[in-house]
């Protein structure tokens, strides 16, 4: 059982690129969850889905950023023409059923706008 | 805003040493998570407390629940070195079927 699976570990944008973070829940696991962290700040929900739904985007911003979780593949979470402001880690997480027993986290993917 | 606010935002202690850290939050709960966070790792679950317990225990760490003072605390007995680590407490605000909300932590070093 591999996990929850993040990838790229690290990556590197220029202003203006985009950027395509990848998560690959849990087997077994149908709900995905994205956090963004600042250094030394806590976690910042942006977007809960389950498979082929969004059920809750309330924590994304309203442009740039999209998040899908098709019926095959990883979760996609996705950020148009970057800027310095969205460097930061981000997290993805998986349960089999809602928070009622907890999140598997990934490793994330530190992103640097550069 | 947060729910879910630890302290204290920093915890030092020597090895062998307890280290209390605490947790408060605002709304109702069905239950109540602490996870661990190594420096530039993902967040790893520790214990789940659900609202109608009191107390829970897992190895060395033990959980307290209060919902008339809406607040927790995680107790890590006898630390070791590789205890430091940022620790947050985390809420579902009442709904089992969303999203957690986390604290911004408290970053615990444990000198051996």
């Known amino acids: 059982n591999a996990g929850v699976m993040q990838n790229p570990r690290h990556l590197v944008r220029r202003r203006g690129q985009e950027a395509r973070l990848r998560c690959s829940p849990m087997?077994?696991?149908?709900?995905v969850y994205w956090y963004r962290q600042l250094p030394e700040e806590g976690l910042k929900f942006m977007v809960y889905?389950?498979?082929?739904?969004?059920?809750?985007e309330s924590g994304m911003p309203k442009e740039r950023f999209s998040a899908e979780f098709p019926k095959e593949g990883p979760s996609i979470l996705r950020i148009q023409q970057v800027v310095r402001g969205d460097s930061a880690a981000y997290f993805c997480?998986?349960?089999?059923?809602?928070?009622?027993?907890?999140?598997?986290f990934g490793s994330g993917t530190r992103l640097t706008v550069v | 805003s947060q729910q879910g606010e630890e302290d204290p935002q920093a915890l030092s202690i020597q090895e062998g040493e307890n280290a209390t850290m605490n947790c408060s939050y605002k709304?109702?709960?069905?239950?109540l998570q602490w996870y661990r966070q190594n420096s530039g790792r993902g967040l790893v679950h520790l214990i789940l407390?659900?609202?109608?317990?009191r107390e829970k225990h897992s190895g060395r760490l033990r959980v307290t629940l209060d919902t008339s003072k809406k607040s927790s605390s995680l107790l890590i007995t006898a630390s070791r070195a590789a205890d430091t680590a940022s620790y947050f407490c985390?809420?579902?605000?009442?709904?089992?079927?969303?999203?957690?909300?986390f604290g911004r932590g408290t970053q615990l070093t444990v000198w051996p």
């Open positions: 407390i659900r609202s109608n317990e």
């Open positions: 997480a998986s349960s089999p059923e809602g928070n009622l027993y907890g999140y598997t």
């Open positions: 985390a809420t579902d605000r009442g709904s089992t079927l969303g999203r957690l909300y």
């Open positions: 889905l389950q498979k082929e739904n969004i059920i809750d």
């Open positions: 709304t109702s709960i069905n239950n």
């Open positions: 087997k077994g696991h149908s709900h």
